[in-house]
């Protein structure tokens, strides 16, 4: 669990995270805000954490590959 102060807190209620650790804050409120409004069953659980995957799934195939990529061409691939 993210701790980040209280002034950090409130100022993310409206802002954007602008550390790692404030990211991983608002990332688990908006998981427990969903929990929040769920039953609470095992199937809800297993909702966030293939959501948060897929959501970390997809950041990589749009955006850290093409990173990636680039790194290769710039720096030489280190598989033959």
């Known amino acids: 669990m993210p ?3 209280q002034e950090a807190r409130e100022r993310l209620q409206s802002g954007v995270p602008k550390t790692p650790g404030e990211l991983n804050y608002v990332l ?3 998981c427990g ?3 929040r409004y769920t039953p609470q069953k095992y199937v809800d659980y297993n909702a966030v954490i293939g ?6 799934l997809e950041m990589y195939r749009r955006q850290i590959a093409k990173y ?3 790194k290769i061409i710039e ?3 280190v598989y033959a």
Do not use: F
């Open 28 to 30: 688990t409120m908006a």
């Open 75 to 77: 720096n030489g691939d």
């Open 68 to 70: 990636e990529d680039l």
């Open 3 to 5: 701790y980040v102060n």
């Open 33 to 35: 805000d969903y929990l």
């Open 51 to 56: 959501a948060l995957e897929c959501c970390k």
